[in-house]
């Protein structure tokens, strides 16, 4: 079976720090893999997708960015933080064929202070 | 612009009061709408997709309907560990995966 994991848990980091989140999927191959964040424990907005090894696409403008390093592993990050950029980060897999279901990760929590 | 309208934003029933969640959306073709739940501090989890008008789908004390214009998420006799933020999302026709999220309507069941 597919296992998806997000690393860190939580987060707490000062504004203008670096970032990077990691996000593995395991029990599958090629799939498409998405970034999203989640304000205030609601809704969730796209940041980032990838069909492919190398392959991203930005969906909003903001101050971070996208990795795809591996065929299974998609990494998030920033130079500098910002206090706007707290909140819940979810990664999210996608099989080929698989009925286009995304299926999310544990989440990380990062707050910018 | 696809856009997805959740409500109510919360509700709160008694163990055993069924209830519906509506989901409201416009989109440029349908070629999915998904339902997820979130407990507080994970990730949403998959509950059904959709993809035509008058499909249905169930799962335990929840069945999910589709029409050309909203979704609802009854739910027959809930218990409390039915507590939780459901979901609803779109994805269009012309997307390569983007999914568009309602905000969440929050359920609350009381024992």
């Known amino acids: 079976s597919q296992t998806i994991h997000q690393w860190p848990a939580t987060l707490v980091q000062p504004v203008g720090s670096p970032l990077s989140l990691e996000c593995t999927v395991e029990?599958?191959?090629?799939?498409?893999l998405y970034w999203y964040r989640q304000a205030a424990g609601r809704g969730l907005q796209l940041l980032f997708y990838?069909?492919?090894?190398?392959?991203i696409s930005s969906e909003v403008p903001q101050n971070l960015s996208a990795s795809r390093p591996q065929d299974r592993q998609f990494i998030l990050s920033s130079k500098k933080l910002l206090l706007s950029d707290s909140g819940f980060y979810l990664c999210?897999?996608?099989?080929?064929?698989?009925?286009?279901?995304?299926?999310f990760g544990p989440g990380t929590r990062l707050l910018v202070l | 612009e696809d856009q997805v309208t959740q409500s109510p934003e919360a509700l709160r029933l008694q163990e055993g009061e069924s209830s519906s969640l509506n989901c409201s959306y416009t989109?440029?073709?349908?070629?999915?709408l998904f339902w997820y739940r979130q407990d507080p501090g994970k990730g949403p989890e998959f509950l059904f997709t959709?993809?035509?008008a008058g499909e249905e789908k169930e799962k335990e004390r929840l069945k999910a309907t589709l029409t050309k214009k909203e979704s609802f998420l009854h739910i027959t006799a809930p218990k409390p560990e039915d507590s939780a933020t459901y979901l609803c999302?779109?994805?269009?026709?012309?997307?390569?995966?983007?999914?568009?999220f309602g905000q969440g309507t929050i359920l609350t069941v009381h024992p």
């Open positions: 029990g599958t191959s090629n799939p498409n």
């Open positions: 999302a779109v994805r269009a026709a012309t997307s390569y995966g983007k999914l568009t």
């Open positions: 990838s069909v492919g090894i190398g392959q």
């Open positions: 999210a897999w996608e099989g080929r064929g698989a009925g286009e279901t995304q299926y």
């Open positions: 989109v440029s073709g349908l070629r999915g």
């Open positions: 959709l993809y035509s």
